[in-house]
């Protein structure tokens, strides 16, 4: 398995696809939004994603499901905060979901190890050159805008070339900041701008994301286009809670795939896919 560089030794000695469990710290996130909102919630959530196998917790206090609009950096400092400090504490790896530089900051500063950003650096004109001032790894997700109006941006001429080629604009743009491009994980972002077909054209595909040569993740767990999917009859989603399965069916095919990291809800069941993909390989 190749790490991106700056993991603690921990994670960056995994022979496998790593687990990052989610952790939304949220009143509103679409898929657990308001379960883990309260600070001692969130932590026990967080200590449970643990035990069941998570590599990395994934803390965010701000959602980015559909619609969903900015909430100001104190509200986000104060949702994750707390919760970060404890984890760490518990010496668990943690990751930080921001869009913003100056809660990265203070969550790197305070012992999380890595940053995600579904905006890929694109929200905060802050975000690069604080990267550069820091040696974890980065999450850059395919991104096309904020979450309120994404919906309207998912037209693609041909989603994976476009995606590709929208994600290789983000790496130049890290380089020239002064980003080292060893540390960067990739994500295309499934949902974010994209319908269910553009997401499943991107899984089909994923060789071509891979061949832009970092390690990639993939959050699939729970997202709309698996409700959409399993529908039933009438051609009512199939409710978050019922999507479990097919969510660790694609960490299956993620890991067997090659896939660096997969972004989940419940971890055991992910776990235990990318054990099975490592055995089914072989050692990576
Ligand atoms: N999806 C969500 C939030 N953060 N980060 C990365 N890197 N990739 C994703 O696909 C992603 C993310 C939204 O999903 P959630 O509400 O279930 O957390």
């Given at each position: 398995m190749r790490h991106p560089a700056g993991l603690p030794r921990e994670i960056s000695s995994l022979d496998r696809t790593v687990v990052m469990g989610i952790l939304n710290v949220t009143p509103d996130s679409f898929s657990d939004g308001g379960r883990w909102h309260d600070a001692s919630d969130a932590i026990k959530r967080g200590r449970l994603l643990r035990e069941a196998g998570a590599d990395i917790v994934d803390v965010g206090g701000e959602s980015t499901r559909p619609g969903a609009d900015r909430i100001p950096e104190q509200e986000e400092l104060a949702r994750v905060l707390p919760v970060v400090d404890a984890l760490v504490a518990d010496a668990i790896p943690v990751s930080i979901d921001t869009m913003r530089a100056s809660v990265a900051a203070e969550c790197v500063s305070r012992g999380a190890c890595v940053v995600n950003d579904v905006s890929g650096g694109q929200a905060d004109p802050d975000m690069l050159p604080f990267l550069a001032t820091v040696s974890a790894p980065f999450i850059a997700m395919h991104w096309r805008g904020p979450s309120a109006v994404m919906q309207s941006l998912?037209?693609?001429?041909d989603v994976v070339s476009d995606v590709c080629r929208e994600i290789g604009a983000r790496l130049v743009a890290l380089e020239a900041a002064g980003v080292s491009l060893d540390r960067v994980v990739i994500d295309p972002g499934l949902g974010f701008a994209k319908n269910a077909e553009h997401n499943w054209a991107i899984l089909r595909d994923l060789e071509a994301l891979m061949s832009l040569g970092h390690p990639l993740l993939l959050g699939a767990s729970r997202k709309r286009f698996l409700g959409e999917l399993l529908a039933d009859a009438d051609g009512q989603l199939r409710p978050l809670e019922g999507r479990e399965a097919a969510g660790d069916a694609i960490t299956a095919l993620a890991a067997a795939a090659g896939v660096w990291g997969v972004r989940v809800h419940e971890v055991a069941a992910s776990h235990d896919a990318v054990m099975v993909a490592r055995a089914w390989r072989g050692p990576a």
């Open positions: 998912a037209t693609y001429d």
